[in-house]
């Protein structure tokens, strides 16, 4: 099988953690841009340089295609760029030339504009840092009331009111488009009301798909590649509170993971026929968050690894793993034969749609790869337990050294759990403590 990939910009979760994940089957030819041509926090992708691979591609089965990069140079560009509908239209129409010469089912992808409920303006327009907090209530009211008041300056409003109509109708064109194999319209940051949620109900009356999630969805579109379904059975170890809401997400757990199994072209069912047992690691009051000091309460029973093939997926904290938990889980010895997976990657669609990718394409290998799939949980273990859960609390600037002396003892606990060798590097790939990457 050939797949080509273009991401939503250069982090590893976007760049390299596909490439990891394709490479657990060495059958398959995989085809990504050059890292550089990719947009970050401060840059845009180079769409020319990206309309030129396209071009180039050779015949493959499958396209996964952020179309946010090419758009509007990436995701955080998309919220930013200052070009007209008329400017961005001209462009995507391009790409549907491009994609229209190619034999390829094409799978794709737009997001939603995002309103973050905060004063960051790290990934927003630069008012953001001052308004922030209230554009995100004035758009909560204004979608639940039809009507709202706020003191925000009318020109930062109209702005911002401008760039989200530009970004919805250019989501509304590509529901013309006959090309796509999948169309999928992502929202993340949710809450009960706002105008992301309203625009989403507008494209879903349109006849269009839309999930809840964002970083994920390109690897739940690499699993949906592969046409073969796996049946999966979701245990939650909290039952009694799967009907709870996790953080950035606006469905519950339990809906968010049938979501993630269903968008990956798998399929839900029960223990006895399942081929691989998927283990939540939920949260009983609410989903707690490190990073932000909210906590919740700890996992505290055992956990006996079954004798069947299992993945885990710890959602009781965002962006972090559950100590507890994975210290109860390093007590079983961890084998090849059943072990699908771990993730712990930010929210929870992230968690699962990464997770449920690396499973699918460790179960249907044609020449498996054991070497990267052990790469794969090594990368997800220091990342989001590691660091996530416990050295980013004790770091106060993107310091490498720092960094790299307190992942040790985790690499060392690792090395005798997967019982194998390994050396890591690390480095701040946007300048900042929110992501890491990690090259095994």
């Known amino acids: 099988m050939k797949i080509a990939f273009l991401p939503i910009d250069n982090r590893p979760v976007c760049y390299t953690l596909p490439k990891i994940i ?81 034999d390829a089912e094409i799978y794709a992808f737009s997001s939603i504009m995002r309103i973050s409920n905060n004063n960051y303006n790290d990934e927003e327009k630069i008012y953001w840092k001052d308004f922030g907090e209230k554009i ?33 109708e250019i989501n509304k064109k590509y529901l013309e488009w006959d090309i796509f194999k999948t169309l999928v319209f992502t929202k993340d940051d949710c809450a009960q009301y706002g105008l992301n949620v309203k625009e989403a109900k507008d494209l879903e009356t349109l006849g269009g798909f839309t999930k809840t999630g964002a970083d994920e969805i390109p690897l739940s579109l690499l699993s949906r590649a592969i046409h073969k379904p796996i049946k999966i059975c979701p245990i939650f170890l909290e039952p009694d509170y799967k009907d709870l809401i996790s953080n950035y997400e606006d469905v519950s757990i339990e809906k968010s993971v049938i979501g993630q199994i269903e968008l990956a072209g798998c399929m839900v069912s029960d223990k006895k026929d399942a081929d691989i047992l998927l283990y939540v690691n939920n949260f009983i009051d609410k989903q707690g968050e490190l990073v ?46 059943n072990f699908y997976g771990f993730s712990a990657w930010n929210t929870s669609a992230n968690t699962l749609g990464s997770l449920i990718c690396g499973a699918k394409y460790k179960f249907f290998s044609q020449k498996y790869n054991i070497d990267n799939f052990k790469k794969l949980q090594i990368t997800r273990f220091l990342d989001d337990w590691a660091y996530q859960a416990n050295v980013r609390q004790t770091l106060t600037n993107t310091d490498i050294l720092q960094l790299t002396a307190e992942m040790k003892p985790f690499e060392k606990k690792l090395k005798e759990l997967l019982n194998v060798d390994f050396e890591a590097q690390y480095s701040f790939p946007w300048n900042r403590l929110f992501e890491v990457e990690v090259r095994v």
Request: aromatic content about 12%; proline content about 4%; overall charge positive.
């Open 136 to 168: 995100f209530k004035y758009s909560y009211e204004l979608h639940k009331n039809g009507y709202a008041r706020t003191n925000v300056p009318e020109e930062i409003i109209q702005d911002y009111l401008k760039t989200r109509k530009r970004n919805f």
């Open 22 to 102: 394709l490479g657990i089957d060495k059958s398959i030819e995989f085809y990504l841009p050059k890292r550089e041509l990719l947009g970050d926090l401060t840059k845009s992708a180079n769409i020319e340089g990206l309309f030129e691979w396209l071009n180039n591609l050779p015949k493959v089965d499958a396209i996964i295609l952020s179309l946010d990069t090419i758009a509007y140079g990436g995701l955080i560009p998309s919220r930013r760029c200052p070009e007209t509908f008329e400017q961005i239209l001209k462009r995507i129409e391009y790409l549907k030339e491009i994609l229209l010469k190619k």
């Open 292 to 337: 932000m000091k909210r906590g919740t309460k700890m996992f505290e029973r055992n956990f006996v690894t079954p004798d069947k093939p299992y993945m885990i997926a710890d959602v009781r904290f965002a962006n972090g793993a559950d100590n507890n938990f994975v210290n109860e889980l390093f007590k079983n010895k961890i084998e090849d034969k």
